[in-house]
């Protein structure tokens, strides 16, 4: 099952997905030939939507909504 979110643009929820998989940004900017800057922007731009604090506050609630 993969998390998905009206709120969340297609890339956002790209990236929480690999974020539920645990995976770093080194391996997230492989997969999706972005730079780990841009990454970064994508989970800031997720964090603030979604009201996240941190990045465990974020991976909690990306793990709610995937239920």
């Known amino acids: 099952m993969e998390f ?6 297609e890339r956002e929820i790209e ?6 998989q645990n995976l770093s940004l080194k391996l997230i900017s492989e997969k999706t030939g ?3 800057k841009i990454i970064a922007a994508h989970i800031h731009n ?10 465990v506050g974020l991976v909690k609630l990306l793990t709610l909504r995937k239920k």
């Open 34 to 36: 972005l730079s780990r």
């Open 15 to 20: 990236i929480g997905n690999y974020l539920l």
């Open 4 to 9: 998905k979110n009206e709120e969340l643009v």
């Open 46 to 55: 997720m964090m603030k939507k979604l009201k996240a604090e941190d990045m």
